[in-house]
């Protein structure tokens, strides 16, 4: 035996207060530290690591340069297509136990990546940030040094 549906009771008129969003403060900017001089001792260490089916880069030795712990609340911001993770404590991400740093879904998707992508790590331990540079990103960077190169060579 099957019952009528019940009516549903919809409000006359929302009040235009309770319709109102609150205003979002605007988003603040994460800051991309300055690079110091890579050949410097205790300057940044860079790497160059595979991303995996789990969003995982696998080099443990970025996380441990940077002395990164299990349960370290970790920041990531995406600026363009390149990464940046800082330990802080408003951070939305944790730290795994295993020492690997995990890039989430929509991080890779933005960055247009997938498992088997490489990455240059560039870990910076004086700003306690892991700068992640997808390939797409250095293979640019390398090709504007380049031009730089032959226009010195040209003059």
């Known amino acids: 035996m099957t019952r009528p549906i019940s009516s549903v009771s919809l409000p006359g008129t929302v009040p235009s207060s309770a319709r109102a969003r609150p205003s979002l403060s605007a988003p603040v900017p994460m800051e991309l530290p300055s690079l110091r001089t ?32 299990t349960g370290d609340r ?31 879904a929509i991080v890779r998707r933005a960055c247009g990546i997938d498992a088997g992508a490489r990455m240059l790590l560039v870990a910076d331990a004086e700003h306690d940030v892991l700068v992640v540079h997808p390939e797409p990103a250095v293979q640019a960077m390398l090709r504007t040094f380049h031009a730089t190169l032959a226009t010195e060579e040209a003059s």
């Open 38 to 69: 890579l050949d410097t001792t205790g300057g940044p260490r860079l790497s160059i690591a595979v991303l995996d089916a789990g969003g995982r880069l696998q080099d443990r030795g970025a996380v441990a340069a940077l002395g990164w712990n």
């Open 74 to 104: 970790l920041l990531i911001t995406l600026i363009k297509t390149t990464v940046v993770i800082h330990r802080r404590a408003d951070g939305v991400f944790v730290m795994p136990r295993k020492p690997y740093v995990c890039l989430p």
